[in-house]
Antibody
Framework: QVQLQESGPGLVKPSETLSLTCTVSGGSISSYYWSWIRQPAGKGLEWIGRIYTSGSTNYNPSLKSRVTMSVDTSKNQFSLKLSSVTAADTAVYYC???????????WGQGTLVTVSS | QSVLTQPPSASGTPGQRVTISCSGSSSNIGSNTVNWYQQLPGTAPKLLIYSNNQRPSGVPDRFSGSKSGTSASLAISGLQSEDEADYYCAAWDDSLNVHVVFGGGTKLTVL
């Protein structure tokens, strides 16, 4: 079974770039679409975007101007960069597999990122 | 403001049947399949129902999903205390560039 683990700084300063990595184990990174989702404390889920191993991406229109996703097949990892962050970007960030039908089948445990000076 | 609309809360007693609704539009539920997620307190969401009414391996058949037009529903029969959680619906949305949209979530309380 595929397992995912998010990693990255837990604290980012306003206006800087948030960078997270998701490490995949128990399966090939070439077999799925990969997605990022976030959840502010006490609030609902927000889809950030997806990437395939070919490098093709789709981003949430509300975040598109600030999001970049990439994949490193040699390391079985994919990454998220979110630029010009503000306090509104404070959330638990999850990585997940994304099937063609849109189901997020396997999730990481999530990592809290706080935007604060 | 979520693209898909869910009631913020629902409740039931053990053994009861509870349904949670999810309303969307022609660009999401009306033209794509619906997925449901269960999020227990302090944990990551878990896929509960995919492609409107399919259960992943390991999900009890007490959970069922349906879709009609631009709305979908999640039904939980034989309610158990461990079903107390947040439930989210989601679907692809074809407006602007293709992206996934979620409902705002429904907090289910087992009385």
């Amino acid at each position: 079974q595929v397992q995912l683990q998010e990693s990255g700084p837990g604290l980012v300063k306003p206006s800087e770039t948030l960078s997270l990595t998701c490490t995949v184990s128990g399966g090939s990174i070439s077999s799925y679409y990969w997605s990022w989702i976030r959840q502010p404390a006490g609030k609902g889920l927000e889809w950030i975007g997806r990437i395939y191993t070919s490098g093709s991406t789709n981003y949430n229109p509300s975040l598109k101007s600030r999001v970049t996703m990439s994949v490193d097949t040699s390391k079985n990892q994919f990454s998220l960069k979110l630029s010009s962050v503000t306090a509104a970007d404070t959330a638990v960030y999850y990585c997940a597999t994304l099937s063609p039908s849109g189901s997020l089948d396997y999730w990481g445990q999530g990592t809290l990122v706080t935007v604060s000076s | 403001q979520s693209v898909l609309t869910q009631p913020p809360s629902a409740s039931g007693t053990p053994g009861q049947r509870v349904t949670i609704s999810c309303s969307g539009s022609s660009s999401n539920i009306g033209s794509n399949t619906v997925n449901w997620y269960q999020q227990l307190p302090g944990t990551a969401p878990k896929l509960l129902i995919y492609s409107n009414n399919q259960r992943p391996s390991g999900v009890p058949d007490r959970f069922s999903g349906s879709k009609s037009g631009t709305s979908a529903s999640l039904a939980i029969s034989g309610l158990q205390s461990e079903d107390e959680a947040d439930y989210y619906c989601a679907a692809w949305d074809d407006s602007l560039n293709v992206h996934v949209v979620f409902g705002g979530g429904t907090k289910l309380t087992v009385l």
